[in-house]
């Protein structure tokens, strides 16, 4: 998710992820399940990098220092497994799985519908994947929600994360006149704002569209 930060990695096929997960797995002695997959991982035929999930930090501290003595490149929390990029994300899975989410029914991408759900939120708040739904004053976080149900109820006034699958579902539940922090309005004005960065869509009939 975000991009490869490794030139030379190159798509990873679903049907090389027990090779490639085979192989990080006996570096750093711990077996990497299906529990692990974020975004794309596993559910498509083809992903950009593997992106995993693990609620223990200190770990993955540990598992990194192994990595490097057996001589796998690393940056940050990215390390090149043969040709491909595996992306490991630290927080709380349920959070991890909300935020790190690839769409499967829709036309926008898992970054649009981070977009999205940040418009959503009100003044003084932010959507982030570190603190989840978090509340700041100057600079300080005084408020964080990783709840995927707390989080969808305070945003939307329903307690159902499976309303946030998709860029789509989401507009649905804005035009259904649900209980919004923000005036419709403007939710899709800050939305509609930050789409137009990504110059793949342009804006038709009232909604972007992806260019063909």
Known sequence: MGGNVFPEAEP?????????????????????????????TGRVAVSGDVDLGFDDRVRWVTWAERLKRAKFRGKRNS????TAQVDVFINEMPLLQ????????SEFKGSHRNWLISALCPPGWHWSGKDG???RR??????????????????????????????????SVIESGARLRQPKDEVLGRWNETMSEDLSYN??????????
């Not at 390390?79 to 043969?82: N, P, R, S």
């Not at 990783?146 to 994360?161: C, F, H, R, T, V």
């Open 79 to 82: 390390v090149l497994v043969g």
């Open 12 to 40: 990873v096929p679903v049907e090389d992820l027990p090779s490639i997960l085979g192989t990080l797995g006996s570096v750093i002695n711990h077996a990497i399940t299906p529990h692990n997959y974020l975004g794309s």
């Open 203 to 212: 804006y038709e009939g009232s909604r972007f569209r992806y260019k063909t």
């Open 133 to 135: 739904l978090c509340e």
């Open 98 to 105: 909300f935020y790190v989410h690839h769409p499967l029914h």
């Open 138 to 171: 100057n600079g300080m976080t005084v408020r964080s929600m990783k709840n995927p149900a707390e989080i969808a109820e305070y945003l939307i006034g329903i307690p159902d994360p499976l309303l946030f699958d998709n860029v789509e579902s989401i507009l």
